[in-house]
């Protein structure tokens, strides 16, 4: 520990963000945290705070930074409605297991625990959807708590983690000193040799091996090492929506993600395998169905760095408790090299025929944009059009594809877009957007406006909650309660309008086409509305709870 100073509560929670070395702070004031913002605006730092319209929508693009960055995105909010109103986002980053830090001020001690003026417990409302949460009581503490934050929220499985700080513990003082931060990787399992070993055997024998790869994959960084893996071993390779991207999906080997919605040949491969490898994924239930049919006549071997994953949805012939990025490596030393053609051939033979590329419809529209910005990192809200993105975008590389996973919040995507762009603001970000989705969130164009943030949105806007409407359609008898948006309809050109940002209305792909054009070389943000009708579907489609192979169709 060096330079040894005496500095106050809201000083030191900025140079221990300094200590970690965070750009973005995704931030909104409020009482409890007025002596926090003042110390920013006082000291002397590298730090820039960005200012959303709404705590939610903060915590998304905090989340959105981190998935691109690979860094820990960092939030702060006031203490009541301010807290709560990130809980959304702290229960996404939980699900989707995305490392966040996330300051929430507190009413001071003293008035904790009598309903006092903007007053909640934060930690017990915090405690199911965090991987931990802290209190400080007791300004020494403060910053030890930080740095541990931090590693908690880095090493592992990441996750969330929330520090609530009273406003007493900002005014109080206390010495202070410089410290490293913490090195990672240090504390994570080590792959066990005989699992390896039993693991490599099972796929050694193997005539019809698929690997499922999750979301894990990309947070391990050891998406090189999986096609490696999957090349060696001639696997194909089957992917979880949080997946996407850690395999380059025109490789012959990628079929894209699996489940509810997955293609005809995905989920045809995974169920008819004989040796399924699970690599950083949890068996979530809009990836199996059926659990008895999915496991039907086949070994499964799980490498996860989490235990808790082990038997909580599926069992498993081998468990391999380690970080990808270690036990990929041993595996590949041992697995025979291979190929299975007459397995490859057969999953050939599964694909559904496609759709005119004249006809003006979702697949389509995605494929134009995908055309023109191979390169984007592509966000979406939730709904149809994300499976659509999921289903259709030639994904290159790791982290490409920002989407809401395990929580499917609608109105993730516009925060998200922002942190995507601070953390990249030398590449192309895509926000795919549905106007169901979008019309929770509009607000933080006032974000994007005011920092110039040169995010495409392209909104689908078809009027109604397209994928509630579609079981609807499917399983309620065409019983559209509360799907249709059209009565009183936002006119979303006049609404970008509003917020000065340049805007294109589409309906046909010629439009599309010539818009793409002129805004390609923007450095502005764009909204671009592509009206599509509401009967398009997301196609292939299984019923929840039956067979990923009892698909329907259009």
Same mark, same amino acid.
């Given at each position: ?73 960092? *939030? ?160 194909? !390779? ?160 790791? *982290? ?31 926000? !795919? ?14 974000? !994007? ?88 579907? !997301? ?16």
């Amino acid at each position: 520990m060096i330079n040894k100073q005496i500095l106050r509560g809201s000083e030191i929670v900025v140079r221990c963000l300094q200590e970690q070395g965070v750009e973005y702070v995704f931030s909104y004031p409020g009482g409890s945290v007025i002596p926090l913002f003042d110390a920013f605006y006082r000291m002397d730092h590298a730090i820039t705070q960005i200012e959303p319209c709404h705590e939610q929508n903060g915590i998304h693009a905090a989340e959105g930074y981190a998935r691109v960055s690979g860094k820990v995105g960092v *939030g702060i909010t006031t203490s009541g409605p301010g807290a709560t109103n990130a809980v959304t986002g702290i229960a996404n980053a939980h699900l989707d297991s995305t490392p966040l830090v996330v300051f929430t001020g507190q009413v001071t001690q003293q008035l904790l625990g009598k309903d006092s003026f903007q007053e909640v417990d934060v930690t017990s409302i915090t405690l199911p959807i965090t991987k931990h949460n802290f209190i400080i009581k007791d300004i020494t503490m403060l910053a030890p708590t930080i740095r541990e934050a931090f590693r908690i929220a880095q090493s592992g499985r990441p996750g969330p983690v929330v520090v609530d700080i009273p406003k007493d513990i900002f005014l109080a003082q206390t010495e202070y000193g410089e410290e490293k931060p913490y090195a990672l990787g240090t504390s994570n399992p080590r792959p066990q040799r005989d699992a390896v070993t039993r693991a490599a055997e099972y796929i050694n024998m193997a005539k019809r091996p698929v690997i499922y790869a999750g979301g894990g994959v990309l947070k391990s960084g050891a998406s090189k090492m999986l096609v490696e893996f999957a090349e060696k071993a001639g696997i194909p !390779v089957a992917n979880s929506l949080m997946g996407l991207g850690c395999i380059p999906r025109d490789n012959p080997l990628s079929l894209g993600f699996v489940g509810m919605h997955g293609s005809q040949e995905c989920n045809l491969a995974v169920i008819n395998c004989d040796t399924l490898i699970a690599i950083g994924a949890r068996f979530s239930d809009r990836v199996t169905g059926n659990i008895n049919a999915f496991m039907r006549d086949k070994k499964i071997i799980q490498i996860d760095v989490d235990p808790t994953e082990f038997e909580k949805n599926i069992e498993a012939n081998v468990h391999i408790c380690a970080d990808i990025l270690d036990a990929l490596p041993m595996l590949n030393k041992i697995v025979k090299p291979a190929t299975h053609p007459e397995w490859i051939a057969k999953i050939k033979e599964w694909p559904l025929p496609e759709r005119s590329k004249d006809e003006y419809c979702p697949k389509n529209i995605l494929t134009h944009l995908n055309n023109t910005y191979k390169d984007a990192y592509v966000v979406t809200e939730v709904g149809q059009h994300q499976m659509w993105v999921g289903q259709y975008w030639r994904f290159k590389f790791p *982290g490409q594809y920002v989407t809401s996973g395990g929580l499917g919040t609608m109105g993730f995507g516009l925060g998200a877009a922002i942190g995507v762009q601070l953390a990249k603001p030398e590449k192309d970000v895509l926000l !795919v957007a549905g106007d169901g989705s979008f019309r929770m969130n509009f607000q933080e164009l006032t974000t !994007v406006k005011r920092y110039n943030l040169p995010i495409k949105i392209i909104l689908f806007d078809n009027g109604t909650l397209g994928m509630v409407r579609q079981w609807q359609k499917l399983f309620n008898d065409r019983r559209y309660a509360q799907t249709d948006l059209n009565e009183g309809a936002v006119d979303y050109l006049k609404l970008a309008d509003a917020f000065h940002i340049r805007h294109y209305n589409v309906e046909n792909l010629n439009d599309l086409d010539q818009t793409l054009s002129e805004i390609k070389n923007l450095k502005e943000p764009v909204l671009v509305r592509c009206a599509i009708s509401n009967e398009e579907g !997301v196609y292939p489609m299984v019923p929840a709870g039956k067979p990923i192979d009892e698909i329907y169709y259009e």
